[in-house]
C-alpha cells in the first residue's frame, strides 16, 4: 500500500489498517527511525489484546499488501518532484 506525504509532512493512515488496530483521533505512536524506515507503534494505556478475527483481519491485510512496496531512490524522488509518479 502506497501513501503519500503531504506539503505539511502528514500522511493519512488508511481507514482499513486504523478499523484492524482499533485506532481513532487522538491515538497516539511511538516513533521508531531506522536506517531503511519509520515505524509508528501504536501507544495503548492499557494492552491491547487481539481477536481471533482481528489476527485473521491484520494478516489477511499484510498478505494483499506484500510486494506493493516502493523502493525510495534518488530516481523515484526526483519522478515525484516532476508528477511523474
Do not use: C, W
Request: proline share 2%; net charge positive; hydrophobic share 35%.
Amino acid at each position: 500500500m502506497t501513501i503519500t506525504m503531504t506539503a505539511k509532512n502528514q500522511i493519512t493512515i488508511p481507514k482499513k489498517i486504523t478499523n484492524a488496530l482499533g485506532l481513532g483521533k487522538g491515538s497516539m505512536f511511538e516513533v521508531e527511525v531506522s536506517r531503511d524506515g519509520i515505524e509508528l507503534i501504536p501507544l495503548e494505556i492499557k494492552e491491547k489484546q487481539f481477536t481471533d478475527e482481528e489476527y485473521v483481519k491484520l494478516e489477511t491485510l499484510a498478505i494483499k499488501e506484500k510486494g506493493k512496496e516502493k523502493h525510495v531512490t534518488k530516481r523515484f524522488i526526483d519522478n515525484l518532484k516532476k508528477g511523474k509518479i
